[in-house]
């Protein structure tokens, strides 16, 4: 059951950022972020992959994973590093 744990890991990751309420942002465009969960389940980095061209969109786009945060403790073998796409609007 341990590699079942860590290929579900990615879908629990995105669904508690999804319960995560979002600010709106009145911006066009999306926001890419990077992150990385530590062992703990905490964030062990986050950053802006590829800007929105809105400096507010990309700074929700990291409060909304900050948020989310901390993440459930990764099983091993499962994905730790994520890259998301949180769109203005």
């Not at 999306?30 to 530590?38: E, L, R």
């Amino acid at each position: 059951s341990g590699t079942a744990a860590a290929a579900n890991y990615p879908g629990q990751v995105m669904r508690q950022i999804q319960r995560t309420r979002r600010e709106r942002v009145n911006a066009r465009g999306s926001a890419q972020v990077s992150f990385t969960i530590a062992a703990n389940g905490g964030l062990a980095a986050l950053g802006v992959a590829r800007s929105s061209g809105s400096a507010r969109l990309d700074q929700v786009a990291l409060q909304q994973i900050r948020r989310a945060a901390p993440f459930p403790r990764p099983p091993t073998g499962a994905q730790r590093s994520f890259t998301l796409r949180i769109d203005g609007r």
